[in-house]
């Protein structure tokens, strides 16, 4: 059986990102829970215009090593960008915070981990739930560049121009990166307000975190700016705390990071606290 296990963790860890994308092609926009056989639970939860997906693989590495793993949709994704256009950031706590209470029901320990716009939710549910065992940031944005001067831009624009598209240069890495493949391509402008609004009050507030924390960012990220890792990690006020900066790697890297240990390292940090 442990031979079994052994095997089922080992294709995980090094299984091609892009291979498993076309045979979950099924799932790629479902919520999902893999039931463990501990009394121990984790919450994914993905980042924005983005669905569960992007942690499906963490998930399954996680749940072969015994834990329960959640992963709900947050309300607006998974289906078209028309449907971000009226969801405001406390819909989607709500639905992290639903998550996690499902969860507690039969755990006695739930960890949480979030990516990007997740990470910021994670904060904020930290915060709500001081039962919460540890937390996961990864490419937390702590703040935004030009943020006054961007917000006030983008309140203008949106009188004119309600939707904006992604644009990837090509140092972002191949087209097929599963990060690009399973988000939305447009966005109302009106959500991207939802999220800096968000980013302002998690920035606020996480001062107030005092669960254990792991940190981590791509040091090549140019989503949000170089020193939010710094800041999370000066911030917080936690007590166990761990950093980590991942090499080349997009800005949510946790899809199609092949193996630099990452999984490992997040079981590790759960584990031990």
């Not at 942690?55 to 992963?71: I, K």
């Not at 983008?154 to 493949?181: A, C, D, E, Q």
């Amino acid at each position: 059986m442990v031979k079994r296990i052994y095997q089922k963790v080992k294709s995980i860890l090094f299984a091609d990102p892009k291979i498993l994308y076309e045979e979950d092609r099924g799932v790629l926009r479902e919520p999902f829970c893999f039931p463990g056989d501990k009394r121990k639970a984790v919450l994914l939860i993905h980042g924005w215009t983005s669905v569960p997906y992007e942690f499906r693989r963490l998930g399954r590495y996680l749940n072969e090593n015994g834990y329960t793993v959640s992963s709900p949709l947050l309300r607006g994704h998974g289906t078209v960008s028309k449907d971000l256009e009226n969801v405001h950031w406390e819909d989607w706590l709500c639905d992290a915070t639903k998550a996690y209470e499902e969860l507690a029901k039969n755990h006695e320990e739930i960890y949480v981990a979030g990516t990007s716009l997740g990470a910021n939710l994670t904060v904020m549910l930290a915060k709500n739930k001081p039962k919460i065992s540890g937390i996961v940031l990864m490419a937390m944005p702590y703040a935004v560049r030009f943020e006054r001067l961007g917000k006030a831009v983008l309140r203008f624009v949106n009188i004119f121009i309600k939707y904006g598209w992604k644009f990837y240069p090509p140092f972002f890495g191949s087209p097929h990166l599963v990060t690009r493949m399973i988000s939305y391509r447009k966005y109302p402008i009106k959500s991207v307000l939802e999220v800096a609004d968000l980013i302002k009050i998690s920035r606020r507030e996480i001062s107030k975190v005092t669960q254990p924390c792991f940190v981590m960012q791509s040091n090549r990220d140019i989503i949000i700016p170089g020193n939010s890792l710094e800041k999370i990690y000066e911030k917080i006020s936690s007590k166990v705390k761990e950093k980590k900066y991942i090499s080349k790697a997009y800005h949510t890297f946790i899809s199609d990071i092949k193996n630099e240990h990452i999984f490992q390292d997040i079981l590790e940090f759960i584990e031990k606290n």
